[in-house]
């Protein structure tokens, strides 16, 4: 059944006796479903697929106070009733790595089939205030970390708005704002932060002892650190690679856990070499993990200290690969000095499709968007398009990997790089009894990405229904208007 076919229907009383549907029975996992049971919301007849227990198979879902409360073979009964023939159940994808966090980001991002997002590299200074501002206001959950970025700009008084254009970038610590800064970091921890935000790169004067101490308070919290690389590129001393030797050696001598984020835009070419490097650590038994966006663009501020000098030699690339998101107009060495001077976004053309499908296809990378910050006309399409893009154009067009294996990468495998320090994250990721309601429904055949770089703005299609805590936030494949069921994704807060 296609999705748009899909129906879904509340019932009264009397319609609820002949709401019983019969699922094709194939062996699994199942729960013991007590007799007469009605559940608030059933999934009728869809093919779940769970990469925690390996399940696979047509099952019918009864959720009930925002949680899973019965997966089945058999019929169930609902007061509503999603039937979900011939379409994937999934664990709502989780993006660790999601700059865009305002209504308008949330419905992109849910259309998209997202049920949690998240800012993890940037992060922010001030945690209460950042979970007040989206806390019975949210078509999905957030969630936050504390973030060196923000942190070292409140400290050195840092002019730039998102990221550093002043001290922040290009001025050494002094010892006293290093005892500042550890101290804003760890009030951010005892306020519930999910993780360490850290981009080395855009904090370029920040010495290789100010990144370890860093590392030391993420570690007292059990934070993963969420690092953008000091270098990206290729050319010696200024490698991704050398920059992965800077916060695996602060990983192993502290013992924070270590998140690489966006690993192609660090990369480029030499991305096999770095994930090789990430996996030789898990098979040392470090605890790093790392995450692409499947896109062979970055984007980022064209005034940040990314593009100081060298910027050319360090990514290989010139001013016509970088495009000003505002018009979608190509750089020239004029334009890009204006355009330096004012200020915006910039979307680079740098990474090789051949680095791109090779860290999608990898098991051990995570799908994370790096969605940009503003809803401009011509911003990044990874924040509107990241998850069908893997799913239609990689996972069915291209083949590139199988549909289980994608779906552990935004599912579960994000829950457990948190959940050591925030264990909400043991009921995401996965559909078992007990687990949150965060389920997206989808159709394999149909699903994919719109957003293009020519117009950013378009939905992902396919995806059919997203539940959030239970709540329908995507219906027949539309937004549904006036539910905001999202909630926080919080470590515990300490006094
Ligand atoms: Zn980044």
């Given at each position: ?75 169930l009964s609902g007061k509503a009733v999603i039937d979900a023939k011939g379409l994937v159940v999934a664990p709502g994808f989780i993006d ?98 999910l993780a360490e935000g850290m981009g080395v790169n855009y904090t370029a004067a920040a010495t290789h002892s100010e990144i370890v101490d ?282």
């Open positions: 059944m296609s999705w748009k076919s899909c129906g879904f229907r509340r019932v009264g009383v009397a319609g609820i006796v002949a709401l019983v549907v019969y699922a094709t029975v194939l062996p699994g996992r199942l729960s013991r479903v007590p007799a007469g049971e009605v559940y608030e919301l059933v999934i009728a007849s869809g093919r779940v697929m769970d990469p925690e227990s390996g399940l696979d198979a047509v099952r019918n879902i009864g959720v009930r106070a925002g949680k899973v409360s019965a997966i089945s073979a058999e019929g660790l790595h999601e700059h865009g966090q305002q209504p308008r980001n949330y419905q992109f991002q849910a259309r998209d089939g997202v049920t949690t997002s998240l800012e993890l590299e940037v992060g922010t200074d001030d945690v209460p205030k950042w979970y007040a501002a989206r806390e019975g206001k949210s078509l999905i959950n957030f969630g936050v970390s504390v973030g060196h970025i923000p942190v070292r700009m409140k400290v050195l008084h840092d002019p730039g708005t998102f990221l550093p254009t002043g001290d922040a970038a290009h001025r050494a610590a002094t010892p006293g704002e290093l005892a500042e800064m550890s101290q804003e970091m760890e009030k951010g921890f005892r306020q519930g932060a860093m590392f030391k308070i993420a570690a007292k919290y059990r934070a993963s650190v969420h690092v953008h690389l000091r270098y990206a590129g290729m050319k010696e001393p200024t490698t991704g690679l050398a920059a992965l030797e800077e916060v695996l050696a602060a990983a192993v001598a502290t013992g924070a856990p270590l998140h690489v984020v966006h690993i192609t835009s660090m990369g480029l070419r030499y991305t096999p070499d770095l994930i090789a490097m990430v996996e030789g650590a898990q098979r040392h038994g470090l605890d790093v993990t790392t995450e692409c966006y499947p896109y062979t663009a970055g984007s980022t501020s064209l005034e940040s200290a990314v593009f100081d000098a060298g910027w050319q030699e360090g990514m290989g690339i010139t001013y016509k690969d970088l495009q000003w998101a505002e018009t979608g107009e190509r750089l020239t060495a004029e334009t890009f000095e204006k355009y330096r001077k004012q200020g915006g976004v910039v979307v680079i053309h740098s990474i090789p499709e051949e680095a791109a499908r090779t860290a999608v296809a990898n098991p051990i990378v995570m799908i994370a968007s790096d969605g940009t910050w503003t809803v401009g006309p011509k911003v990044h399409p990874r924040g509107q398009g990241s998850f069908a893009r893997v799913l239609g154009h990689y996972v069915r067009d291209e083949k590139a990997l199988d549909l289980m294996t994608a779906l552990r990468k935004m599912t579960l495998m994000p829950a457990r790089r948190l959940e050591k320090r925030a264990p909400v994250f043991k009921d995401k990721g996965r559909i078992r009894v007990g687990s949150d309601a965060d389920i997206t429904i989808f159709d394999p055949t149909r699903i994919i990405d719109k957003a293009t770089y020519e117009e950013p703005l378009q939905y992902s299609e396919g995806i059919a229904f997203v539940l959030v805590n239970g709540v329908p936030v995507v219906k027949d494949g539309q937004l549904v208007d006036g539910v905001l069921p999202g909630r926080a994704a919080r470590a515990p807060i300490l006094q």
